[in-house]
């Protein structure tokens, strides 16, 4: 069975494009430090928890049933974003913008159709759990175009964004790799850059599946050099460990909880039993709580006239 590990990001340097190339190959975080807000969980269950789960690149909204239906026999309310594979065909009208070529896409209008299927989830949940705001729950490119629609659309129905194998910065510069979004995660990193809404709850969860080795590394077993091959033009590097697609670093966001699963692949097409995916029934327990409300810690307060009446 995976085991977990849990860590908070903080730092206080904000990266920007120019500072991008200088960026290390251990984990290093682009964006704001942690909101001003702190989140504990709560021990609460999930039910009537809204979850509005997002698919990612090439995935459809079937692909998530299981996991679906583990959330709602956990008594959450849930929908999934409607998308068919071929939808994501739609995307090629990047092709015809001259910044797609340059490396300077920006996400309006290409992933609008996306962006309109989101809000559609979202007044289904909100509807069955009468108004109350809901998590989004992101899965691989789900996860920076959770991002696009709550810069886009505002964070007034949504309190926790929980990704999963996500990447969500860009490659730091090396040669021959760039960004495969063609600049859209590039203008994520730049303009929403870490826990940017300080209403919201981010929660990273990312696997360790197989470790990538260079391609030249003889004494590398196959899968881990084909591994490192992906794992080069998503981080910049293939000596990292990732979840067979995406590399732990680029699936973590400075100021959010990032929770590292040992074993576990990165999507429910290709998962099988001794290969699951973060949504697997054995995967679920490690990081589903993450699901339930945020909850603002006290502040303590000393002093005053009250303060005192009430501490004799």
């Known amino acids: 069975m995976a085991s977990a590990m849990f860590k908070s990001t903080a730092s206080s340097s904000i990266m920007n494009r120019s500072l991008r190339s200088e960026r ?3 984990a290093t975080f682009s964006g704001r430090t942690s909101p001003a807000v702190k989140y504990q969980t709560t021990s609460a269950s999930l039910a009537g928890r809204g979850v509005v789960i997002l698919p990612g690149l090439g995935n459809n909204t079937g692909d998530y049933d299981e996991l679906k239906q583990l959330l709602q026999d956990r008594g959450s309310s849930v929908a999934v974003a409607e998308v068919r594979r071929i939808d994501w065909l739609r995307n090629a009208a990047g092709f015809f913008d001259i910044n797609y070529w340059r490396g300077t896409l920006e996400p309006k209008p290409t992933v609008d159709w996306y962006l309109n299927r989101v809000s559609a989830a979202v007044e289904e949940v909100k509807e069955e759990c009468e108004g109350e705001t809901v ?19 505002g ?7 929980v990704c999963l194998g996500s990447p969500l910065q860009p490659p730091f510069g090396t040669d021959g790799v760039f960004d495969q979004t063609r600049g859209i995660l590039t203008y994520v990193t730049d303009n929403i850059p870490g826990c940017f809404h300080e209403d919201v709850k981010y929660v990273c969860v990312t696997g360790k599946y197989v470790e990538g080795k260079r391609l030249g590394d003889n004494e590398a077993s196959i899968s881990s050099r084909v591994a490192g091959l992906g794992y080069k033009q998503v981080y910049g590097s293939a000596e990292v460990w990732g979840d067979g697609i995406v590399p ?6 400075e100021g959010a909880t990032c929770i590292e699963l040992d074993g576990v692949y990165h999507s429910p097409l290709g998962a099988a039993e001794g290969r699951e995916w973060y949504g697997s029934a054995e995967i679920l327990d490690q990081w589903v709580n993450f699901l339930e409300p945020p909850r ?7 002093g005053g006239f009250f303060a005192n009446l009430f501490s004799r």
């Not at 732990?248 to 966001?253: F, N, T, Y």
């Open 24 to 26: 290390t190959r251990s």
């Open 135 to 153: 998590c989004l729950l992101a899965h691989s490119a789900g996860g920076w175009l959770a991002r696009v629609w709550m810069f886009d659309q």
């Open 155 to 161: 964070t007034q129905d949504v309190d926790s964004l």
């Open 248 to 253: 732990v670093p680029v699936g973590q966001l």
């Open 296 to 302: 603002p810690l006290a502040v303590a307060k000393t």
